[in-house]
């Protein structure tokens, strides 16, 4: 077993504590109760350093062995081919699993991001605001209520895809994108309500508190 | 060798023709040599028959066998693991592949989207387009500039990655946000010259074409 380092930032604002994507990772790595440790990188000085590790200045990147890998959903997926715990083995579920991944990233969190950024800056009103508005709540959750209506986790079993998912939903939530969607909130509830999520969040708001 | 079908609509307006997905997927299919063929899906009337294979009634998907699979994302990925061309077997290339395949989906493509749609429907004024264009300009596409001036391709040989990537800069480049990138140029027009790119290009546009 080579160590596992999960590299976020030193410090962050108050707004986006419980939401950086350290999270994520966070969350996987004690669903799978593999042993890591975090380090950390400055978020007001991103210095060479931190762009040979992650080209765009981001966080978060882990470090396995002579790996070092940048961008969330692939290091989901990296952890995910670690253990059968988070992507299942079965031909069928497996491909599943992949397909709702990328759905949270590039069908989801694509809508939902912009959004959350009209919200964050107050400029939800106006023409540009309602397509990103009717994009995030017609367009993607509307349909995936359809689809959480249905069933517990995306892929069959709880996987790297609903870690995810509902993290992509929580942002939904803070803006109250999700209340005509009472079953993508009750999917929310339920991947907060798991030990590794409680554990992964009180870590990083721990992890920052620490830091003021 | 089962057979491959990728679905795509039976029509689109002239805006989107030649940026439709399964241009993605019609490219991959033509490096990888496999044969394949297409079916069409409503366009303007998008029904259960479409939900059932993409919750977002969303196109491609594409049917391998038993699998059905949405997200372009996704169908890169399975496509890659069906051989070694477009997806490096070594187990550091391989992990950069994945990598870059998630950041051209969820770093790159989540700002440059957005900053389409302000294009397209003529909001490039104003505070929230400022934003966007900060982001799409100064926070990826110079960055990606500093990495694609030291490399040919993003993960050692031409792979998944570079069809993604490719193609997310060619919408770009579209609304001249490349202009002062002239690294993230070269590498777009290095994919398009690739005989693969051109006999997909040529075959997504006679589709399309044939339906007027």
Redo the contacts between chains.
């Keep these: 077993m080579t160590d596992l380092i999960l590299t976020t930032y030193d410090w962050v604002p108050e707004a986006p504590r419980g939401f950086v994507r350290d999270l994520r990772i966070r969350w996987a790595l004690e669903e799978e109760a593999l042993p890591y440790r975090v380090e950390t990188t400055p978020f007001k000085d991103r210095g060479p350093e931190h ?1 040979a590790h992650q ?4 966080v978060p990147w882990l470090t396995d062995g ?2 070092t ?6 290091i989901l ?2 952890l995910g081919e670690m253990s059968d715990k988070l992507l299942p083995t079965d ?2 579920a497996r ?1 599943e699993c ?2 709702w ?3 949270a ?3 989801m ?2 809508a939902s ?2 959004w959350s ?2 919200h964050f ?1 107050r ?1 939800t009103e106006g ?2 605001f309602g ?2 508005d009717n994009w995030v709540k017609d ?2 959750v509307k ?2 209520e ?2 959480l209506a249905q069933r517990e986790w995306l892929a069959g079993s709880f996987s790297i895809a609903d870690i995810l998912m509902v993290d992509v939903l929580r942002l939904i939530d803070r803006f109250s994108g999700l209340d005509e969607a009472p079953a993508c909130k009750a999917y929310v509830e339920r991947g907060m309500a798991r030990p590794a999520f409680k554990k992964a969040y009180a870590d990083q708001m721990a992890h920052f508190a620490a830091a003021d």
């Design positions: 762009f080209p765009f200045a981001q002579d790996l890998i940048f961008e969330s959903g692939a997926l990296h031909r069928r491909s992949k397909e991944l990328v759905a990233l590039n069908s969190e694509m991001v912009p950024i009209f800056m400029q023409q540009m397509f990103f367009l993607r349909r995936l359809t689809v």
